[in-house]
């Protein structure tokens, strides 16, 4: 009779201490922990004690890969049967205005690459795709995850929240790390985003790791060490992983807020909207094409452009809306979607160029008003938020509007007001344009 292998056990104090020391942990022991976390047998302090070990002490990219994969394995790994084509997601470490995800994983569906989204809600100044999704009139992103693989399996595309059974490891040591300062570590981050995706069931990643003052990575170092460490460590997974360090110094085109963001997307759809949302989707929508099988990059723009233009891209995402309880004619008609019933106009205070925003405070600005939360247990109000409407380089005139709020009711907006005109920086001369796209890490 073949005999079963039992899992070794360890003393989880020995383990932290290890670590502290700097020794490195194997495989076994990271999965030991892990597994014993997940069970309710390693306590909250050891896992908060192990991360501090982590955080000053680092871990090798074998550790790194062996901690991801044991929070991928602590709950469901989909896995997409039957699919014909590659399945590629793309995940952003969030900024203010990112609402990519809602144009591209239509756009790169309707080009034939499967896209098994799950995404997350905003917290703190970043928003979240799912509460951008959410502000479509009837659209649910709770479904089970049969009821997700078949929607990627029949439409090449779902839009879906993280349920209980992805990757509960991380939820719990996500919100252990958040309370014990403990974030800031590239292969904690490293492991958290990916055990997350990788739970997807993924053929290829692609990453936008953002940079700048409305970003987790405030320095381009940061950034790409980040990057090369995401990248690694989705190819020791078995995942192809590409990453685009991407500009976050200035909020992404125009809308923040919910609805205002998700009428923006739609409008890049509609083959409007801002050049810097466009040139965004396009080169993330490059990466995820070449990870579903396309050689050639100008190739892989061709095509999207093409899905743009012929309205396959739109026609995608009307059927995901259907599929998922929504008003599919939000997507042709975004002036559906819910917006504020009052404006108030945020005037520069001088003529100059706008040679600055400081998009973290706005998106801070956006929070207030209600866009966004900072508890994860609050609601958010799809219909309130910010429309920028000068950006870096752009020529202001005294009194000229710098952005508009978009507020439920005037009263008690004068402070909001006053944070978001000091969010800007006008100067007497054009600064020198910045590229949205930095740096390409794909090996
Ligand atoms: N986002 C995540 O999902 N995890 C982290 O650790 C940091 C950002």
Do not use: W
Not at 177 to 187: H, K, L, M, Q, Y
Not at 196 to 217: H, I, Q, R, Y
């Amino acid at each position: 009779m073949a005999s079963r292998r039992r899992a070794r056990t360890f003393l989880v104090p020995e383990l932290i201490a290890k670590k502290r020391d700097g020794q490195p942990l194997s495989e076994e022991e990271i999965a030991f922990l892990v597994t014993g976390f997940t069970a309710g047998a390693v306590m909250a302090e050891q896992m908060a004690a192990f991360a501090m070990a982590v955080l000053f002490r680092g871990m090798s990219p074998r550790e790194t890969a062996a901690l991801t994969l044991a929070m991928r394995d602590s709950g469901t790994v989909i896995r997409h049967r039957g699919l014909r084509q590659r399945a590629v997601d793309k995940h952003s470490t969030g900024g203010v205005g990112d609402k990519i995800s809602l144009c591209l994983a239509p756009l790169v569906a309707a080009c034939g690459v499967a896209v098994p989204m799950v995404s997350g809600r905003g917290l703190g100044h970043t928003g979240g795709t799912l509460d951008k999704l959410e502000a479509i009139p009837g659209f649910r992103t709770d479904g089970s995850v049969a009821a997700f693989r078949d929607q990627v399996r029949e439409l090449g595309c779902a839009l879906f929240g993280q349920t209980a059974e992805i990757a509960p490891a991380d939820k719990r040591f996500y919100a252990l790390r958040d309370v014990t300062g403990t974030v800031e570590s590239i292969p904690l981050i490293t492991a958290s985003i990916l055990s997350k995706k990788l739970a997807e069931g993924l053929d290829g990643l692609v990453l936008d790791v953002k940079v700048g003052s409305g970003a987790f990575m405030k320095t381009r170092e940061d950034a790409r060490a980040l990057a090369t460490s995401l990248v690694r460590t989705g190819r020791k997974a078995g995942v192809a992983v590409s990453a685009l360090l991407t500009d976050m110094d200035a909020p992404l085109g125009h809308a923040i807020g919910n609805a205002n963001e998700t009428r923006e997307a739609f409008a890049v759809l509609h083959g409007e909207g801002p050049a810097d949302v466009r040139e965004l989707m396009l080169a993330l929508g490059v990466e995820m094409l070449r990870l579903g099988g396309e050689r050639s990059r100008a190739q892989a723009r061709r095509r999207l452009e093409a899905a743009l233009s012929d309205g396959r891209a739109l026609a995608k995402m009307e059927a995901i809306v259907a599929a998922q309880g929504g008003d599919p004619r939000v997507v042709g008609e975004p002036d559906r979607l819910a917006v504020a019933p009052k404006g108030v106009v945020v005037p520069a205070p001088r003529r100059g160029f706008v040679r600055r925003i400081e998009s973290k405070e706005l998106g801070l600005v956006a929070v207030a008003m209600g866009a966004g939360r900072t508890r994860s247990d609050q609601a958010v109000d799809p219909a309130v938020g910010i429309t920028v409407h000068a950006k870096p380089g752009d020529a202001v005139a005294e009194g000229s509007a710098l952005a508009t709020l978009h507020v439920r009711s005037r009263r008690n907006t004068a402070a909001l007001r006053d944070r978001v005109a000091g969010a800007f920086s006008i100067g007497a001369r054009r600064p020198a344009p910045r590229p949205l796209v930095l740096e390409a890490i794909r090996r």
